[in-house]
């Protein structure tokens, strides 16, 4: 059985069942896994080329209850994803195994609004920057049972915040591609609504005449006005 990118729903019948799905990775990939199961009970792990590279229960697996990275590196090759039971567990499971080069682009400078249906899912976004450039995160208004996270070009993890709290501004470091990951909860049991808007912050130049009164607008947050004379 494959997997990747795809909702896999299925059921350990019998207690110590165990069931595997398989795939194969073309390139070097980031990869998300996203619990749609709130059960610390039962278990997962992924395995390739360099071995065993995460076991995590699918409770502490994504969204609110895990707040290091989610991200996983994986190189190129075969890899078996096999979920397992803890103790005498048997019951259903939901996953899904994301690649964040299937991120879909995030628009920067407008409110960009959507719904995470189920509320448990994650939603993958990304946009491309520039070292140096800085950013700011607005979560216009959200709830708090859901988090946000955002990871730099090579994987690591810049931030994570409940959808309630603002990030930034930022400096990001390197040139390259972003990606914010929205994450519901696992055990979020309603669709999640949000609006978010990330804005790429542009400093403004403007001359000032020596005793005239200077008027000006600061359209972005945390923006600034550097004035010659």
Not at 134 to 153: E, I, Y
Not at 154 to 166: K, V
Request: charged share 15%; proline share 5%.
């Amino acid at each position: 059985r494959t997997v990747k990118g795809e909702v896999v729903s299925s059921t350990l019948a019998n207690p110590g069942e165990r069931d595997s799905y398989t795939f194969t990775l073309a390139q070097d990939s980031r990869l998300l896994f996203d619990s749609l199961t709130a059960n610390d009970n039962v278990g997962w792990s992924l395995a390739g080329p360099t071995g065993t590279i995460a076991t995590r229960d699918f409770l502490r697996s994504d969204g609110g209850n895990i707040s290091g990275s989610t991200s996983l590196f994986a190189l190129a090759g075969d890899y078996t994803l096999t979920v397992f039971p803890g103790g005498d567990f048997a019951g259903p499971y939901a996953f899904r195994l994301l690649d964040m080069a299937d991120a879909t682009t995030l628009p920067l400078g407008t409110p960009v609004t959507g719904s995470l249906d189920p509320g448990n899912q994650a939603r993958v976004l990304t946009f491309d920057a520039a070292a140096g450039e800085r950013f700011f995160f607005d979560a216009q208004g959200q709830n708090n049972s859901s988090v946000w996270r955002l990871f730099d070009p090579s994987g690591r993890q810049l931030f994570f915040a409940n959808w309630i709290n603002d990030q930034g501004p930022l400096t990001l470091a390197r040139s390259g591609r972003y990606t914010l990951v929205l994450d519901g909860g696992v055990g979020n049991a309603t669709p999640q609504n949000y609006t978010i808007q990330v804005t790429k912050i542009v400093d403004l130049a403007d001359t000032l005449i020596l005793g005239s009164t200077y008027q000006g607008t600061l359209p972005l947050p945390y923006q600034s006005t550097d004035l010659a004379f």
